[in-house]
């Protein structure tokens, strides 16, 4: 008995379209199971030092001051390191701390994705974990935007 070509098609287009479906998955899993490499102690230090500038600019930050340069390896055992940034600012308005800890915590969507983990207390704990990074928000006097970071412990290189 002789079948017709229409069920050799639709086998066939099944076939194939199962043959799709399992290497489209098996893709998936292998590169969701892969993640992007841990950037070094360099690389999320000057990222570190870009987005706080970067608030500070955002906030219309005046007479912007480095209070720490970072650039250093700071040991943090099992032969990793962390480097450090911070900065502070002018206020053209005068606010109290607690408003220009809000103000600079709103311009943060503005500069990147961070996540707060801490806001006890006078200071904004936020970290960013596909930069490895930790920012603090922590202005202690009137009128003077004070910002600090620290990246997580990370390889040299």
Known sequence: MLRSNRSLYLRLGATLLA???VAVIALVVING???EPEPTA???GATLKAHILKLLDEVFAQNIQVTDPGGKDVPCGDDKVKRT????????????????NVVMLGAMDQVADY??????????????????TVIL???AEKGT????????CLSRS
């Open 115 to 132: 996540d707060i983990v801490d806001s006890t207390g006078a200071r904004i704990r936020m970290t960013n974990e596909s930069t490895e």
């Open 137 to 139: 928000l922590e202005s």
């Open 33 to 35: 199971g892969q993640r």
């Open 85 to 100: 940034f911070a900065a502070t600012g002018h206020s053209a308005t005068g606010s109290t701390p607690y408003n220009l």
């Open 19 to 21: 043959a799709v479906l």
């Open 145 to 152: 935007y004070s910002v600090r970071g620290e990246t997580q």
């Open 42 to 44: 360099a690389e999320a």
